[in-house]
């Protein structure tokens, strides 16, 4: 069945059912230890999971680890450039769930990015990642601690679907010509813009299948949240991109208020239904007029839009979202991106969840990382309906390999974020409790120790490992 790797003998492997996964109490979990400082890093994380996972269940449930090659270790074993062997693909594929370290980004052609093709080849839509504080680590921000978010990213689509071609190329000519000649001036709107012919080109494909598909994934997570913090934020720029950005942002609200319904409420929903709270004899008119500023000076086409918009929320959702419902429903509303990116670090504590495309999540979900403390403790997990990868969301470090020092926090949080969609809360619950009680204590690696007031000694990154399965028994 492989060329050159051989599973476990024993443990059971995890399966699916309407994209959820059925975990036994054995799976068999193939892992990627990474490149460059994946050689310290993943020997520490997959030390502290399987002492909580022992500590958690006492025997009775275990992970068998199933090594296979990805990145520079890949070309040791199957040969040069053999980056991602079809060995790994097909034991990620049989397996289901997986979890990496860091890999690098290969050397000629053919694969531009392993992360970006494991995403592709599996199908893995979601990338999603929280971003939470814990108390002690060291952060730019005063109140860091406010935010606590979690970013579903399209995984699939937009430019990092990696169709574009170069300045110069024959057939990026070619199309800039086709698009300058006929099809722009075909589309009145675009008027009398052109394409300078000197430019290299991208394809951006925002599809509603990959958007309603992201939402709904980010909606039901948010159904398992707490109540105050059952909220989704769409993430665009559909100002300026109408159609691609633009249309996530109404196919996600499409997705709510359809398959959602009975759970979710549009914030343009909960304001028409309040401004009718508080004035019962409110007319439609005057709640459209308090609804869209500047509702004076619109055309009386756009005053009939709002006034039949109002009128149907009323008669569609009173009864099952009125009178003050609505607030204990799934909030769903939406901002512009470069507003996002101000207000994770303004008003952080007003967040939940932001589900947004590919280029803007890349973007997003460093940016909030670095409030709370940076990549060092930034988890990541990309999510299909019949896969999962869990990885480190930094990069590889080669200079500081085989030194020992490196923050293993990234690839342990991922490792908490697979415990949990596996269902082994309790297991990851000890992690997060390691983890935080060990940085309150001043236990880290020398990122976070050089940052602390006064700086704290450092910590190797095996020690830090072991800081963490201390504090499961305090």
Known sequence: MYEKITPPTTGSRITFSNGEPIVPDNPIIPFIRGDGTGVDIWPAAQKVMDAAVQTAYQGKRQIDWFKVYAGDEACEVYGTYQYLPEDTLQAIKEFGVAIKGPLTTPIGGGIRSLNVALRQINDLYACVRPCRYYPGTPSPHKNPEKLDVIIYRENTEDIYLGIEWRQGSEIGDRLIKILNEDLIPATPEHGKKQIPLDAGIGIKPISKTGSQRLVRRA???????????????????????????????????????????????????????????HNSDLSTEDNARQLEPGYNA??????????????????????????????????????I??????????????????????????????????????????????????????????????????LDRINPGSVILSGVMMLEYMGWQEAAELIKKGIGDAIANREVTYDLARLMEPPAQPLKCSEFADAIIKHFSD
């Not at 609200?253 to 304001?271: K, M």
């Not at 709370?372 to 930034?378: D, E, R, T």
Request: charged share 25%; aromatic share 8%; net charge negative.
């Open 219 to 277: 909606i039901k997570h948010a159904l398992r949240l707490p109540p105050n913090k059952q909220m989704v934020t769409l993430v665009h720029k559909g100002n300026i991109m109408k159609y691609t950005e633009g249309a996530f942002r109404d196919w996600g609200y499409e997705l709510a208020t359809s398959e959602f319904r009975n759970e979710c409420i549009t914030e343009r929903e909960s304001w028409i239904l309040s401004n009718k709270e």
């Open 298 to 335: 619109l055309t009386a086409d756009k005053k009939a839009q709002i006034c039949q918009e109002v009128e149907a929320v009323l008669s569609q959702i009173w009864e099952t979202h009125g009178n003050g419902q609505w607030k204990h429903k799934i909030m769903v509303n939406d901002r």
């Open 337 to 402: 991106a470069d507003s996002i990116f101000q207000q994770i670090q303004t008003r952080p504590d007003e967040y939940s969840i932001l589900a947004t495309m590919n280029l803007n999540g890349d973007y997003l979900s460093d940016a909030a990382a670095a409030v709370v403390g940076g990549l060092g403790m930034g988890p990541g997990a990309n999510i299909g309906d019949e896969c999962a990868i869990f990885e480190a969301t930094h990069g590889t470090a080669p200079k500081h390999a085989g």
